[in-house]
T-cell receptor, first 113, second 110 residues
Framework: NAGVTQTPKFQVLKTGQSMTLQCAQDMNHNSMYWYRQDPGMGLRLIYYSASEGTTDKGEVPNGYNVSRLNKREFSLRLESAAPSQTSVYFC????????????FGPGTRLTVL | QKEVEQNSGPLSVPEGAIASLNCTYSDRGSQSFFWYRQYSGKSPELIMSIYSNGDKEDGRFTAQLNKASQYVSLLIRDSQPSDSATYLCAVITNAGKSTFGDGTTLTVKP
């Protein structure tokens, strides 16, 4: 099992460009999450999907959209990137509902110039 | 007040000592509590989970939860240089909301 995979690993964007971060898990988990982590800080929840077909805002949703494409895949879209969105983005998944430990992907390091 | 607060670091201990990491949370309805370890440039990995009051031990790691005091801690016994990392406390509220602390960086000196 690959666990949680994320693409791309690195990306540089110019202000105003758009892009989609991809996340997939092969553990048959129901719930998936997107976080951002700024230097010296913990993880801040952007959006989460408790189950296929549902998505909810987290702590810092502004400037982002998500799509739960199917049970395996959960994508994060930046419609018009801003320098404030420079960060490391982690996708995570969990089984047995929202109250259990999360398994993280390797992260995407995004720089917006 | 931040929803999840961890003791400010960095924390430095000698090899073989006990490292103590602390975390407080504000939502009294929180149900699930986790400690993750994150090496520099890597993703978080689960160290311990705890759901009920008391202690939970796993090898050199002990998690302690006190819901009345809204406090969760992680003790690392016989600390090793390989334990040097940032430790993240995570709390899941009754509504299923996931919140992380800012982390405490631990350095274990040989």
């Amino acid at each position: 099992n690959a666990g949680v995979t994320q693409t791309p690993k690195f990306q540089v964007l110019k202000t105003g460009q758009s892009m989609t971060l991809q996340c997939a898990q092969d553990m048959n988990h129901n719930s998936m999450y997107w976080y951002r982590q700024d230097p010296g800080m913990g993880l801040r929840l952007i959006y989460y999907s408790a189950s296929e077909g549902t998505t909810d805002k987290g702590e810092v949703p502004n400037g982002y959209n998500v799509s739960r494409l199917n049970k395996r895949e959960f994508s994060l879209r930046l419609e018009s990137a801003a320098p404030s969105q420079t960060s490391v983005y982690f996708c995570a998944s969990t089984d047995r509902g929202l109250y259990n430990e999360q398994f993280f992907g390797p992260g995407t390091r995004l720089t917006v110039l | 007040q931040k929803e999840v607060e961890q003791n400010s670091g960095p924390l430095s201990v000698p090899e073989g000592a006990i490292a103590s990491l602390n975390c407080t949370y504000s939502d009294r309805g929180s149900q699930s509590f986790f400690w993750y370890r994150q090496y520099s440039g890597k993703s978080p990995e689960l160290i311990m989970s705890i759901y009920s009051n008391g202690d939970k031990e796993d090898g050199r790691f002990t998690a302690q939860l006190n819901k009345a005091s809204q406090y969760v801690s992680l003790l690392i016994r016989d600390s090793q240089p390989s334990d040097s990392a940032t430790y993240l406390c995570a709390v899941i509220t009754n509504a299923g909301k996931s919140t992380f602390g800012d982390g405490t960086t631990l350095t274990v000196k040989p």
